[in-house]
């Protein structure tokens, strides 16, 4: 893509009152834009994001055997009354509109599928089933103060499952939690699993992924190795304590929760009427699980870990382009001018070539000062130059965004590099 037809143009400064990194990071550089506290419109750099991380949840979710289905955002009241969440719980926090009935705007969608699914299981051999959605959520939330990482419209990947057994829930949920495992690290973070409160559904824990950030607005008690982690919520143990697990001593520190999952047991079953025939001839409610990962917010978490004082470092995974092509114009000359620009034609078509995506900074106004400055805020992982004196030497400076120090590669042999160096960084 030619950065001279992207629509949006960097900013220098932050925005007006803005707190959050990535909310900040992520309006400057031109990936969203703000249009009241907590909601955001995705521009052209920001929607490739979101859609990668799009693609790798659904890739995992496909691996666990999840059919996607797409739930309407509107929803019955009449269904909500059933489970009491019309007023309490998370009802607390969905819009309602008043039509002619009253709706509400789907914070979540636990109802909804269970009635739908109430219409299409009947026996025991009829499960069990994995249903998933990746879908506009919204929520009424007094905080929106966190860019991404807190909205009252975002994006979220929701999976429920149901199941005939309890054991055969377990196994489920196990599996789930290696593909969160998997969907964490594919994006750039490290995810710790954390014990949570059972909020009702379970007298257990409920899980949480929380990746570890200043940004985060959640306190965890964790062990350095791995072993253990709970919510300073329900934790029976404290910084400096010994792990229950391996007896390291355990630290505290705050997150970002970028997915949860519950055992839901037969609450949403048994009130929306969701039953199944066993074996035995007996009626049986469904037992259930839910798993949600925010999309959304795993975009302003990508940010919160990965940025430094000039700008966002993109894991290459979710990278809006794999690289940031610049043209560096130096000379007054036209001649050299028009040599130089066709010299970084030439790269453009070759990357394209190789199936590299690039966003070809090929903007006839800009010193190269504001060029790099641009290539570091919006962070895109590789960036090569091509300039007057490279070109001399038939070569090209590439850099990494997290590296210090660039390498030079002969034109003529660029493509052996791309297919060596770059296919290493997709996931
Ligand atoms: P939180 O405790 O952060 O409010 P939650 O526990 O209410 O979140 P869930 O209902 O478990 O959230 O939603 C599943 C996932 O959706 C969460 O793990 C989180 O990653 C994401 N999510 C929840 N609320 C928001 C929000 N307001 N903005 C962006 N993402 C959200
Ligand atoms: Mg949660």
Redesign the pocket.
Known sequence: MLQSRLFTKTKRESPKGEKSVNAILLQRAGFCYKEMA?VYTYLPLGLRVLRKIERIVREEMENVSGQEILMSVLQPKSLWLKTGRWKEG?GEVMYKCKGKEEIGLG??HEEMLTDIVRNYIHSFEDLPVYIYQIQT?F?K?PR?RSG?????E???K?LYSFHQSESDFKKYYKKVQKAYFKIFRRCGLKAILTEASGVGFTKGYTH??QVLSAAG??TIVYCPKGHFSQNKEVAKFQAGDNCPVCGEKLLQGKA?????I?PLGVKYSQSIGAFFQDRDGKKKPIIMGCY???I???M?AIVEVHHDGKGIIWPGSVSPFDVHLLSLQLSNKMSQREKLEKAAKKVYRILQKQNVDVLYDDRKNKSPGEKFADADLIGIPYRIVVSDRMLRKQSVEIKRRDKKIARFVKIKQLPAFLRKNLRLNKT
Not at 256 to 260: A, M, Q, T, Y
């Open positions: 907590g998370i914070p979540t959520k929520r939330e929106a991404l990482i807190r909205g009252r975002f994006e979220m929701d949480e992924f607005e959640d970002i929760e970028v997915g949860n519950f949600g990962v925010g959304s917010r795993l302003g």
